[in-house]
């Protein structure tokens, strides 16, 4: 079993929609990541964060320590947010990343 | 955007032969990091550094080496090519905050084609 899992793994709606994007994880951590991918390759960070929310925005994150979940939301989703959002984890005590799978993203028009 | 590069962008090998990928900071940041991105496996860490001359060993380091002589430089070498070494290759770079690793950047990756 991953210690970082994604749900959903495909993900398709349509233009306005509000989106959430779910990540469970098994170990301790010190923060979380959100990261976008577009077509293409490029890597951007979108959030990190080890408690409460954070928006930055129509995007806005959460996590829940207790539960070791964490929340991506995209309000007022737009075609433009189409790409693959990956959650990683950063291992308690370590300094390295642990990632999901990601969750491939389509919005159409 | 952070100051990250990576060189080449794209490769094409054959078996056997060795291959060194360079990852090139201009933002004196502690921390950098290989992965490779595969379908059906996300990101994987193969190797990373946390100081000239400091290294250690990711989940897939298996057949790579690296070095870090400087800090804006840090290298991945594939001693011995194969075919199971195609992939996307990112560095990434980071710095401590509070005694935790901040938000890493990403460079723009590298792909690799082992023949």
């Known amino acids: 079993k991953n210690e970082v899992e994604q749900s959903p793994q495909n993900l398709t709606a349509q233009e306005g929609e509000f989106i959430t994007i779910n990540c469970s994880y098994s170990v301790g951590i010190s923060a979380l990541h959100w990261l976008q991918q577009h077509p293409g390759g490029g890597i951007v960070s979108l959030f990190m964060?080890?408690?409460g929310k954070k928006k930055h925005g129509r995007l806005i994150a959460t996590i829940n320590i207790q539960e070791k979940h964490s929340s991506l939301h995209i309000t007022a989703s737009h075609p433009r947010d189409s790409a693959v959002y990956i959650c990683?984890?950063?291992?308690?005590?370590?300094?390295?990343?642990?990632f999901g799978q990601g969750t491939r993203l389509t919005i159409n028009p | 955007d952070a100051g990250i590069t990576q060189s080449p962008r794209h490769k094409v090998t054959e078996t056997g032969t060795p291959v060194t990928l360079r990852c090139h900071q201009t933002?004196?940041?502690?921390?950098m990091y290989w992965y490779r991105q595969d379908p059906g496996h996300g990101l994987r860490l193969i190797h990373y550094?946390?100081?000239?001359?400091?290294?250690d060993k990711g989940e897939v380091s298996d057949g790579y080496s690296v070095s870090r002589s400087k800090t804006e430089d840090f290298l991945l070498t594939l001693e011995s090519a194969t075919s199971s070494q195609t992939s996307v290759y990112f560095c990434?770079?980071?710095?401590?905050?509070?005694?935790?690793?901040?938000?890493?950047?990403f460079g723009p990756g590298t792909r690799l084609t082992v023949l």
């Open positions: 990434a770079i980071s710095e401590l905050v509070a005694g935790r690793a901040n938000e890493q950047f």
């Open positions: 550094s946390y100081g000239v001359k400091d290294t």
């Open positions: 933002e004196n940041h502690r921390y």
């Open positions: 990683a984890v950063l291992i308690q005590g370590a300094q390295k990343l642990v």
């Open positions: 964060l080890s408690s």
